[in-house]
């Protein structure tokens, strides 16, 4: 028997979460199969979790999957917040680039990651998330899928080999690191893995919106709409105890975590249909378009960064302070604007009245903001279009380099503000700017003289790889300036520095 779909209501509002420019991942295969309880204590009696489906081959044929979950005997089966814990490892593995099984992590960043508070009962959830996920492992019959070959296959594996807690507040202390699983990392590199919007994931409430949602979103990558039986989904996919078994109760525990993905716009609606164990759940992504139609929404960093050097090599060379053709400069600033997303009209509008010394500068300033980009500069990173468009309205009071020891910080900062100079709040923020560049700057010089030389070396590797297509086209200088900030900008955010307004809560 059909029934009512679960819609918004009428009044409801829906929260469309918009996705940070760096998002977290997850493994598509621990996407399938629950690794975990959905409460955030264990029976110390339960010792493993198991899950079977069936599907049918790309030969047509019926293949049983089996997925076993045992956990250590002295820590237990995976928890609930054991799995928010796993993507903020990857998160952090997203971070490094997917280069190599050893994560090098603060567990204050890791904790900033999660949301969590920085209390001591949180470093011990931490500490005891570790234990389980190093601890667990999982027996995949016919359900490990290999991204290599194209083929379903068996395989016992963990989720972490290995991991070294240390306390950041001891002299010479090391960073704290933890080793993936070599089948699950080579998963991640043979690119069996999607993105997963991390803001939005903790920001639902409960185990169940946080366990459907991964379920859901791996399949919302080849298709807008997913049917499946409503016992098969509970039991085997998201892990709601087979102590409920009519449909009824199921929906019970399902319909508010399906009512808070539809108010959260993830959904658009859910339908029933049938009778007891006939009984089938649809679900409509509220986006009618597949992810996987989408080049543009999952363009990953490399290639981004990859096609704005092409951009910047195409024409870096186009303006120099040699060309004193008035109208030939103002052409070629107008070109490079639109090549960085400004519309033409607004470049226009930008340029027109501007003395030849001022599209010189303007230049420079075009010159600087290529090289934020190519180093993946925090400045940049929400709205490199609205940076632009600021800057070169206000050209003036814009804060170069190679100025910085000739002009206060203040005026540097204060045109993004959106406030009036001559405002008490507007003051205060110009100086929490200058105060927070201080500290950042002051931070990027300690961690240079802390981490490994290791370290340092893989990430000098990749800000040059990065932006390779700049060598030649600007002064050896004004390269390794570039990759200099890149080498700062990475240990920052791999450390975890809080984002100015973060950082600026708790002075205001």
């Keep these: ?188 590199q043979v690119g069996f893995i999607k993105k997963l919007d991390l803001d939005f994931y903790l920001n639902l409430k409960s185990a169940i919106s946080k366990r459907l949602y991964r379920y859901l979103d791996k399949h919302f990558w080849y298709k807008s709409r997913l049917e499946i039986n409503l016992f098969v989904l509970a039991h085997e996919k998201i892990g709601i105890s087979r102590n409920y078994k009519f449909a009824s109760s199921i929906r019970q525990q399902l319909d508010p975590a399906v009512r808070e993905l539809v108010s959260a716009g993830f959904i658009s609606r859910c339908e029933y249909a049938g009778r007891g164990s006939e009984t089938q759940v649809v679900f409509y992504a509220a986006s009618k378009t597949p992810r996987a139609l989408s080049r543009k929404a999952e363009q990953g960093s490399a290639q981004a960064v990859s096609s704005i050097s092409s951009v910047i090599s195409n024409s870096l060379a186009t303006v120099s302070s040699e060309d004193i053709d008035h109208g030939s400069l103002y052409g070629k600033i107008v070109a490079r604007l639109e090549e960085r997303g400004l519309k033409a009209k607004q470049a226009r509008s930008l340029l027109e009245r501007r003395s ?50 000739e002009k206060p910080l203040q005026t540097q900062l204060s045109f993004s503000g959106g406030e009036s100079k001559s405002t008490k709040s507007a003051a205060r923020q110009a100086i929490l700017q200058s105060e927070y560049l201080i500290a950042k700057k002051r931070e990027a010089q300690r961690l240079m003289e802390q981490v490994e030389d290791k370290l340092l070396q893989n990430i000098r590797r990749e800000i040059e790889q990065g932006i390779s297509k700049l060598r030649g086209k600007i002064s050896d200088a004004g390269f390794e300036q570039t990759v200099a900030h890149g080498i700062e900008e990475k240990l920052l955010k791999l450390f975890a520095f809080p984002e100015f307004e973060e950082w600026a809560r708790g002075r205001r």
Excluded: C
Excluded at 155 to 164: C, L, P
């Design 356 to 405: 030849e010394g001022e599209l010189e500068r303007i230049a420079q300033i075009v010159d600087y903001f290529d090289t934020l980009v190519a180093s993946g500069s925090h400045l940049v990173n929400k709205s490199p279009v609205g940076f632009l468009y600021r800057a070169v309205e206000n050209a003036s009071d814009f804060v170069l380099p190679s100025e910085r020891s």
């Design 1 to 188: 028997m059909n029934e009512e779909p679960i819609r918004p209501q009428l009044g409801e509002q829906i929260v469309l979460t918009e996705a940070r420019p760096v998002a977290s991942r997850d493994e598509m295969n621990l996407a399938e199969f629950p690794l975990t309880v959905l409460s955030t204590r264990v029976s110390s009696s339960q010792k493993t979790l198991e899950f079977s489906d069936t599907i049918r081959s790309k030969e047509g044929e019926i293949l049983k999957r089996h997925w076993i979950v045992t956990g250590a005997d002295k820590f237990g089966l995976p928890t609930a917040s054991d799995d928010e814990v796993l993507l903020g490892l990857l998160k952090l593995t997203v971070g490094n680039g997917f280069r190599e099984r050893k994560i090098y992590f603060t567990r204050y960043e890791l904790l900033k990651i999660l949301r969590w508070t920085t209390e001591g009962r949180s470093y011990t959830r931490l500490q005891n998330a570790f234990d389980r996920l190093s601890g667990v492992r999982i027996k995949a019959t016919n359900a490990f899928y290999d991204n290599d070959s194209k083929a379903h296959s068996t395989r016992n594996f963990g989720i972490v080999d290995a991991y070294e807690i240390n306390h950041g507040g001891e002299t010479n202390s090391k960073p704290s690191f933890f080793i993936w699983s070599e089948v699950l990392f080579k998963s991640f």
